[in-house]
């Protein structure tokens, strides 16, 4: 079975920090690993990482997967308060057509003024 | 610009009843996917949809039934309501995109939810 584990599950730290989070997966037939966002609604999208070793990078955001060891980190550095929302990390495994994705439970992150 | 629109935002069921959660997508896509989360969980597939009249099963499809007549529209029918389906439904889509010579799955677009109770 397909697993997708995150850590921490809950994050609280103040305005200005950097935060890790972080995520290890076991699958079979790995086709990418996804980071979303999610507030009060829809998740939305932040990265897909599909190569080991390249950082991708948004703004303060930042992420890198290692394929070896089966792991994904988020970074966000200098936090704001609009970046408190449940991060998810989920992973796309190969098939005939589409992609269902394998989600862990998400990072709930609190940013305190 | 529309995107994944979900229908309804909000719904009541008692045991037993049925009712269709509406999706539709305006961006094309050829994939769709219906799935829920519950709280404190990530989010779980229950169907998935390659294109008009093709369906399949994802990890949690018992209780559930889909269909697929065109590009726009995967709907989410639930037979006999029961307390266990009270969830937070996601409608989902998304496309093939090609980079350097290969095809490969484009991340998928989030509908705003369902939020449903079965009581």
């Known amino acids: 079975e397909d697993k997708v584990v995150q850590s921490p599950l809950s994050l609280v730290v103040h305005e200005g920090d950097t935060v890790t989070l972080n995520c290890s997966y076991e699958?079979?037939?790995?086709?990418?690993l996804l980071w979303y966002k999610q507030e009060k609604k829809a998740p939305t999208f932040l990265f897909m990482l599909t190569s080991s070793g390249i950082e991708k990078k948004s703004g303060r955001l930042s992420s890198i997967l290692d394929k070896k060891e089966l792991f994904s980190i988020l970074n966000i550095t200098a936090t704001q308060t609009g970046d408190s929302a449940v991060y998810l990390c989920a992973v796309s495994t190969s098939g005939g057509g589409a992609d269902g994705l394998t989600f862990g439970k998400g990072t709930h992150l609190i940013i305190q003024p | 610009n529309a995107g994944v629109t979900q229908t309804p935002k909000f719904r009541i069921l008692k045991i037993g009843q049925s009712m269709t959660l509406q999706c539709t997508q305006d961006m094309n896509h050829n994939y769709m996917y219906w799935y829920r989360q519950d709280p404190g969980m990530g989010l779980k597939l229950i169907y998935y949809?390659?294109?008009?009249?093709?369906?399949d099963k994802g990890e949690v499809p018992n209780g559930y039934n889909v269909s697929r007549s065109t590009t726009e529209d995967f709907p989410l029918r639930l037979e006999l309501a029961a307390p266990s389906q009270t969830s937070v439904y996601f409608c989902?889509?998304?496309?093939?995109?090609?980079?350097?010579?290969?095809?490969?799955?484009?991340?998928?677009?989030f509908g705003d939810g369902t939020r449903l109770s079965i009581l």
């Open positions: 699958v079979t037939n790995f086709r990418s």
């Open positions: 949809s390659v294109g008009a009249g093709i369906t």
């Open positions: 989902a889509s998304s496309t093939l995109g090609q980079a350097l010579g290969f095809y490969s799955n484009q991340p998928q677009h």
